[in-house]
């Protein structure tokens, strides 16, 4: 009896200590790669059961952050997988039928609101622009919705990606939400910066800042998940400039090294043409300009990226290319160009994009880069002569 007794609690201290264990879960199967930090910090606070009731994720464009949030989305509406005692051990995200769902975009707790997203009850407001994330978003989706429980899932998310765009009623209507939200809602916001939002609604939320992706990471991640041979991912890592969206939007879409070979071109063609050839550039930039902002921040970016390679090529630092397959190009107008120029440039394109974030006329703005920007002779840039065979 006594060694009955004795085999009894040693199989329920081994229990015991099973379950202490079992208690664990661990979060796996991500679909954001690079960004370990913020990974670490929202598995710890899932783990420890302090999420935020809003988080703010920041960062480039194409960096991660829609695919963040949808992450954050899955992670909290995915339950453990059962060991063989029936005990929870780790959330998979790669493998929950919970994240399927949200990621098909068909999960009835989980909402991606943006400015093209259609309000449910207004089904004549598809005619409205979609530039903005307006008050009636908040209010028939964010607000309305968080008023009743959970459907299937044990959490209702609402992401708005692009949160930058809302008017600033949107985010006074949001305030409401984000200072009372329920236990069983939980907010993600996206933006390219802090900035671009009311510091009232920054300061209700948990940030989470990502930082552009190492292109050896990106590289490595095109190969092993979609099948990309070394000399592409290697190419598409670089041109990526730390956003893996981008480099996976590339692999699906060739028109995007399309476009973005002919801004190479284009710029070159400016920076090689007559005035009036500036001007009809700014002024069709202006126009685009309030059809889509984040296209003329994103044409302004590329510039300073195009005069980064110059001054590379400058320099003889051929490795330092981001655009390997135009060094030709760059190393042309490199000679024409000097280093003074240069920087010029790059401070004449800096000025204009902090001058069209502070709202200033957009055709007048980009009318004085242009003025502002170097001048180089056709005639020496081969690389722009079809007929020459030099090109790239």
Known sequence: MKLIKTCLRRVLILTDSSLSVAKHTSVIGWKTFGHTGAIRLLTKSFETNRLA?????????????????LDI????????????????????????????????????DVEVIDPATELPASPERKAVSKTTISIDHIRQIVISGSSTKPFEGMKKVFI????????????????????????????????????????????????????????????????????????QARLLSRLARGSPGWAIDAINDPTIIDAHNQAILRFAEIVTGSIESRFRYARQT??????????????IERWIEWWRDVAMMRHKLIDNIINVEWVDLF??????????????????????????????????????????LPWADPAKIPSLNPESGDGS
């Open 53 to 69: 009731h809003a988080y703010l994720i920041t960062g480039p464009e194409k960096v991660g952050k829609r695919t963040l949030a």
């Open 73 to 108: 989305a899955c992670m909290v509406n995915t339950e453990p997988v059962a060991d063989m005692f029936g005990q929870s051990t780790d959330i998979d995200l790669s493998k929950s039928h919970q994240a399927e769902r949200i990621r098909a975009g068909i999960h009835s």
């Open 160 to 231: 708005l990606d692009g949160a930058h765009r809302m008017v600033r009623e949107a985010e006074t209507s949001l305030l409401k939400i984000l200072e009372e939200a329920p236990d069983h809602v939980l907010i993600v916001l996206t933006s390219p910066t802090t900035e671009a939002l009311s510091q009232t609604v920054v300061s209700r939320c948990q940030l989470l800042e990502l930082r552009p992706v190492e292109s050896q990471v990106i590289e490595s991640k095109l190969i092993e998940q979609f099948g990309t041979d070394e000399a």
């Open 286 to 299: 202006a126009g685009q300009f309030w059809q889509d902002r984040m296209a003329v921040f994103y044409e």
């Open 331 to 372: 190393s042309q107008i490199a000679t024409e160009i000097t280093e003074e120029q240069i920087s010029a440039a790059v401070t004449a394109i800096e000025n204009a994009r902090h001058a069209l974030e502070a709202n200033a006329v957009p055709q007048l703005t980009l009318e004085v880069m242009m003025l502002d």
